[in-house]
Structure formats: C-alpha cells, structure tokens
C-alpha cells in the first residue's frame, strides 16, 4: 500500500535560516507525490507535486522539494524562512483519484 | 481560481442530533468529492468518495450509517453525522478535483468544525 511518513510533528526554524520538511514514502509503483500547506484557520493549498517529470521540484513561495528514489523521500525545503511560513505542513501520495496524507508537521519559525 | 465552499464553518450539537454539513464547487463541476476527517494535531484521514449520481464509497473502519453522503449535483456533497455523539467532534473537510486537473491537484474547502455537546 502507499504512504507517506513524515518525520517530526514540529520543526522549529529561526527566519531567515533553512527550512527542512522531512517526508519518506512507500509506494510499490511510481509515485506521485505532494506537499500541501494548511495556514491558521485555511483550507489545503498545494505547495508544490512531483509526477515523474523533474526530480526537483519549485513550488509556490519558494519551496521546493526533491524527489529521492534511491532514499524513497521526497524532502521539502526553503532556503530562507519568513515568518509567513508559519503553517502546518502535509506530506501526501496519490494512490488513484484519492489523496492521503501523511500527519503533518508544524512548522514554527523563531524571531 | 476554482473554489471550494463549505458551510457551516462551525457547528455546535447535541448528543443524539444529527448534522449536516454543505460542500459546494463555486465555480467548476465536479463528479467526484472527497470528504476528510482532521483530529486536533493530526492528519487528515480519507472518509468516503462522494460520487455524482451514484452511492459514495467509503474508507475501511468509516461507519456508512454515521456519516451519510450525498452527492445530488455536480456542485454539492453533503455529508450528514446521525446521531452524533462527542466522539464526533472533530474538523471535517471536502475537496474537489476540478476538471482537467492535474495529477492530485485538489481544492479544499475551508472545514466545518463540529462540536457535539
């Protein structure tokens, strides 16, 4: 079955320095894979997908995420954190039409 | 940009009531929608597909008599908790794939917290 596993519930970061968002998965085909973004009090917005095309990945607001065959992850990350980036961050795979998520992680930036 | 709206936001119940919570697409069609259950500090779990026309299919482990889906257009699911108890309090969100998507591109609704008294 396919899933994701992302490690740390809560990541703390000072702004300005590089954010890392760990996530691995498992999957016995290809996978496509996803980080979504929930901000305080907001719906899901997608942050950025791999879909076999690029393994590097550029998303919105500066994220990118790496996709690892050889190390089954597909970490997210930020060079530079702002005090925006405060948000709760899902790892998720497509397993046909549906979406699962992995359990998140907190991501709390220090001034 | 396509919407997803869900309505309420936030309801507070009585043990035993039932509750129904609205999921519209505002500006796209969608056939298939797709219902989460999010407890405080932890994922978003799969409920149920909700399909236009036909019954909706649920996860393993979701109680299709608790959380009843009906999905009467292509632009509103809704998703009834009978007899709801506390253990029912929790966030429950939609999404939608719109047409011509992308792979795993969905728009989610904003929630419904749900808090059964």
């Known amino acids: 079955a396919q899933s994701v596993t992302q490690l740390g519930s809560h990541v703390s970061v000072s702004e300005g320095a590089l954010v890392l968002l760990r996530c691995n998965y498992s999957s016995s085909v290809p996978p496509y894979l996803f980080w979504y973004v929930q901000y305080p009090n907001q719906g899901l917005q997608l942050l950025l997908k791999?879909?076999?095309?690029?393994?590097l990945v550029k998303g919105i607001n500066g994220f990118e995420a790496e996709f690892k065959k050889s190390e089954t992850s597909f970490h997210l990350t930020k060079p530079s954190a702002h005090m925006s980036d405060a948000a709760e961050y899902f790892c998720?795979?497509?397993?046909?039409?549906?979406?699962?998520f992995g359990k998140g992680t907190r991501l709390h930036i220090l001034p | 940009g396509a919407v997803v709206s869900q309505h309420p936001s936030w309801v507070i119940c009585k043990s035993g009531t039932s509750v129904k919570i609205e999921c519209r697409s505002l500006?796209?069609?969608?056939?298939?929608m797709f219902w989460y259950r999010q407890f405080p500090k932890q994922s978003l779990m799969l409920m149920a597909t909700?399909?236009?026309?036909?019954?909706?299919?649920?996860e393993q482990g979701v109680e299709k008599d608790k959380f009843l889906i009906n999905h009467a257009s292509l632009t509103l699911s809704t998703l009834t908790v009978t007899s709801a108890h506390p253990e029912d309090s929790s966030f429950y969100i939609c999404?939608?794939?719109?047409?011509?998507?992308?792979?795993?591109?969905?728009?989610f609704g904003e929630g419904s917290r749900l808090t059964v008294l």
């Open positions: 998720a795979v497509s397993v046909g039409d549906k979406i699962i």
């Open positions: 909700s399909n236009e026309g036909s019954k909706a299919t649920y």
């Open positions: 999404s939608a794939p719109p047409r011509n998507r992308g792979i795993g591109e969905l728009f």
């Open positions: 791999y879909t076999s095309a690029a393994t």
């Open positions: 500006d796209f069609q969608a056939t298939t």
